[in-house]
């Protein structure tokens, strides 16, 4: 039973433009809710978070937001460049446990 | 900076091998985790530890075993390795509570 899901393999963008990543999830019982990055033979990086009390976090180029009515997140990075091409995965915390429940992930690649 | 090294960027094994992944923390994390990642299955987590000597079983725990016997360090044990245990291992750690995972470089392991 997959908790967290991207149902998006991969996603391809133009650089300058506006990548836009989702995630949906089933447990509403999440809490907190992260942003990885990882690059080929390296391990995750952490982006950003978002506890449930909010809908919208921002770090520089990057944007979560959460929508809790329609159990979904989403990462904005504006304006994307060649640097971003990754994989995205997003993750949630079940309320009061230690561990996260990771998504598949989502290839993006930015194109010059 | 949090860091989190792994014994291993790349390890071959036979199959019925044992095998020992080590992981040391230098951020005095309380919590530490075993991921493996597959293509399209995302990271998945084997085993996670949230004090020494104490372990907790992840969502793919069978054909493996783990040790906390110091705060720093958290190897994962392959008994008897097998070709489906061909994969990416990535080891985390974090504080205690809503906060982000630091990860690992990984260790692609191979069991021919």
């Known amino acids: 039973d997959q908790q967290v899901k991207q149902n998006s393999p991969s996603l391809s963008v133009q650089e300058g433009r506006i990548s836009i990543l989702n995630c949906d999830y089933t447990?509403?019982?999440?809490?907190?809710f992260l942003w990885y990055k990882k690059y080929p033979a390296e391990g995750p990086t952490f982006l950003i978070s978002?506890?449930?009390?909010?809908d919208k976090n921002e770090d520089g180029r990057f944007t979560v937001f959460l929508n809790k009515s329609a159990k979904h997140l989403s990462l904005h990075i504006v304006p994307s460049q060649p640097g971003d091409s990754a994989v995205y995965f997003c993750a949630a915390r079940h309320l009061g446990a230690q561990k996260l429940v990771f998504g598949q992930g989502t290839r993006l690649t930015i194109n010059p | 900076d949090v860091k989190v090294t792994q014994s291993s960027r790349y390890l071959v094994k036979r199959t019925g091998e044992k095998v020992f992944l080590e992981c040391v923390q230098d951020?005095?994390?309380?919590?530490m985790f075993w991921y493996r990642q597959d293509p399209g299955l995302g990271l998945r987590l084997i085993y996670f530890s949230y004090d020494v000597k104490m372990k907790e079983k992840g969502d793919i725990p069978e054909g493996y075993s783990v040790s906390r016997e110091k705060k720093e360090r958290f190897s994962l044990i392959l008994e008897s390795a097998s070709t489906n245990q061909t994969s990416m291992y990535l080891c985390?750690?974090?504080?205690?509570?809503?906060?982000?995972?630091?990860f690992g470089p990984g260790t692609r392991l191979t069991v021919t």
């Open positions: 951020m005095d994390h309380e919590n």
């Open positions: 447990n509403s019982m999440f809490d907190y």
């Open positions: 985390a750690s974090s504080l205690r509570g809503p906060h982000e995972q630091y």
């Open positions: 978002i506890s449930s009390i909010k």
